[in-house]
């Protein structure tokens, strides 16, 4: 069925320095994908998505590309800030599976000074 | 409303008893979803309701596990007869056609003692 690999954690980078939290899916056909963050004590928030092959989800400096070929969607940001640390979580929903999101089990990141 | 509302934010419950957990989605949004996610993991699939019907109820894990939304907006999670592998945050989402961003609540935390 569908599903979606993520790169365990948890992470622990300094500021400035370079991220990528791996994800690969598992899909019939071509679903669209996210990438939700959830900082400290808040719900699940939606940081970016990609709707088809070669798309580019970008926000607040974190990037991620839907690569079809290899089945992936790596976060990315060239420069992390404290504020980052939260837990990071890749997710799919493909309409013709019944719509529902299927999410990774989340990557920790914590940014120190 | 401005985002999802769950209610309540915790509930501390015995063994055996029946619990009822309430999301209010974003008002116009039909579809939602219902999930859960344990400490460390994911956000686990439950329920999908696309306007008043459940069109996936396939998370579900047993018959105590019920949900309804027979107005097509607020939703109700209903669990009877409790156990200690309930305990939980129960995460409420929505999205205006069930197959773009999902917008969560900041979900109830469930303790079953």
């Known amino acids: 069925g569908d599903s979606v690999t993520q790169m365990e954690g948890p992470v622990t980078l300094s500021e400035e320095a370079f991220l990528t939290i791996n994800c690969t899916y598992t899909?019939?056909?071509?679903?669209?994908l996210f990438w939700y963050v959830q900082y400290p004590g808040e719900g699940l928030q939606l940081l970016l998505k990609?709707?088809?092959?070669?798309d580019k989800g970008s926000n607040k400096g974190f990037e991620a590309t839907y690569r079809k070929e290899t089945t992936s969607f790596h976060l990315e940001k060239g420069s992390v800030q404290v504020s980052d640390s939260a837990v990071y979580f890749c997710a799919l929903i493909y309409r013709y599976a019944g719509n529902q999101f299927y999410f990774g089990t989340g990557t920790s990141l914590t940014v120190i000074p | 409303g401005a985002g999802v509302s769950q209610t309540p934010s915790n509930k501390v419950t015995e063994k055996g008893k029946y619990v009822e957990l309430r999301c209010d989605p974003i008002?116009?949004?039909?579809?939602l979803y219902w999930y859960r996610q344990s400490l460390g993991q994911g956000p686990e699939f439950l329920i999908y309701f696309q306007g008043t019907g459940a069109a996936d109820d396939s998370g579900l894990p047993n018959d105590r596990f019920f949900a309804v939304r027979p107005e097509g907006s607020v939703s109700t999670l209903k669990i009877q007869r409790t156990e200690r592998g309930d305990s939980a945050v129960y995460l409420c989402a929505s999205s205006d056609n069930g197959n773009t961003e999902a917008f969560f609540g900041q979900g109830t935390r469930l303790t079953v003692v």
């Open positions: 990609a709707t088809k092959a070669d």
């Open positions: 899909a019939t056909g071509y679903p669209s």
């Open positions: 008002s116009g949004h039909t579809a």
